[in-house]
């Protein structure tokens, strides 16, 4: 931490420290929150949930002037416990005013690496799978893993920035079992989980980027091609450890974007989370952003040897053994 934190010093990063307690965690179809209330002095009660991700507020705070900052943030997430996932861990997001999604891909990459310099280790293992965070990275569209490892067309199943769920359930009928209910999202999720990301980050990290346009969540599309949108992650040993967007700065898009979600998870999971209208404010007022947030705790694991993440945080889980 303390090496990530004096690289992002030499760049001109100012570190923020922004709050927990939030209005909206964020308005994804499967991201989950824990809620609770606040009791004023009179005794009234409002609803506020634990963030999923501090980007809301770092967007704000873009909105508001900030050119370059970076939080550590303690975030947290309901419905996700594993060898990968913690109801509370902490994520790196850091963000660039004025600049592409390139520039923070490429801060993604010397990131990751100078936190496996740090610990003195030569290649992440996870699984018995390797990567060597010091290799020049793989540069892999989605469109192309889908091909390579699927042997799906994806963009032929994308009309202008909708998915069209017919053509990819012929097209994935084959490779992944598809339910009645199955969104064109959800079959996409299938075939990535299934079928490509197994084969990611092995030997060298891979850069997935050009996500469909359905998958856009808070991403531009690209000026060239509505189908795909300025989306990327990163992947070391089958392992996503980094999700970063060219910032969408539509903010009439991304309350059409976010209340689809909403419908979506209120047909699936029976709730929906409220919009913050001053963020949707604030992303009418953000200059041209690029920002990413990276799973610092598996970074740690990978550059740890650790198989699990909850044996690189100090205390586990609350009433886990």
């Known amino acids: 931490m303390r090496a990530i934190r004096a690289w992002f010093d030499e760049q001109g990063f100012f570190e923020v420290e922004t709050g927990i307690l939030q209005v909206s965690p964020g308005n994804e179809t499967h991201l989950h929150a824990p809620r609770t209330e606040l009791v004023g ?3 009234s009660r409002v609803s506020r949930y634990l963030r999923t991700s501090p980007e809301f507020a770092c967007k704000k705070l873009l909105a508001a002037g900030e050119q370059k900052i970076f939080e550590f943030a303690r975030v947290f997430r309901d419905r996700e416990r594993g060898d990968l996932h913690l109801p509370e861990f902490t994520m790196l997001e850091w963000y660039r005013a004025n600049a592409g999604y390139d520039a923070i891909m490429a801060d993604t990459i010397v990131v990751i690496a100078h936190a496996a310099q740090a610990t003195g280790i030569g290649s992440f293992v996870f699984r018995d799978k390797r990567c060597d965070p010091f290799a020049e990275p793989e540069l892999l569209t989605v469109a192309s893993a889908f091909g390579r490892f699927a042997g799906i067309d994806l963009l032929a199943t994308i009309n202008g920035s909708e998915g069209d769920r017919a053509a990819l359930a012929a097209a994935a009928k084959d490779r992944v079992r598809i339910s009645d209910d199955d969104t064109w999202s959800d079959i996409f999720s299938k075939v990535l989980v299934e079928h490509v990301e197994p084969h990611l980050g092995q030997g060298r990290l891979t850069v997935l980027f050009e996500y469909p346009a359905p998958e856009a969540a808070l991403a531009r599309t690209k000026p060239a091609d509505s189908r795909v949108a300025e989306r990327f992650e990163v992947y070391a040993c089958g392992v996503e450890l980094a999700n970063g967007f060219g910032e ?6 991304q309350r059409h974007r976010f209340t689809a979600s909403m419908d979506e ?8 989370y409220p919009l913050d209208d001053d963020f949707l404010v604030a992303v009418a ?20 040897g650790a198989p699990r993440i909850d044996q690189v945080v100090w205390t586990p889980p609350a009433g886990e053994a």
């Not at 969408?248 to 898009?253: I, K, N, Q, S, V």
């Not at 007022?285 to 740890?304: I, K, N, Q, T």
Request: glycine share 14%.
């Open 41 to 43: 002095p009179d005794g």
């Open 265 to 272: 998870k209120q047909r699936r999971y029976g709730e929906r």
């Open 285 to 304: 007022h953000m200059p041209e952003a690029a920002g990413v947030a990276l799973g610092f705790d598996r970074l740690v694991m990978l550059a740890s």
């Open 248 to 253: 969408l700065t539509d903010a009439g898009e």
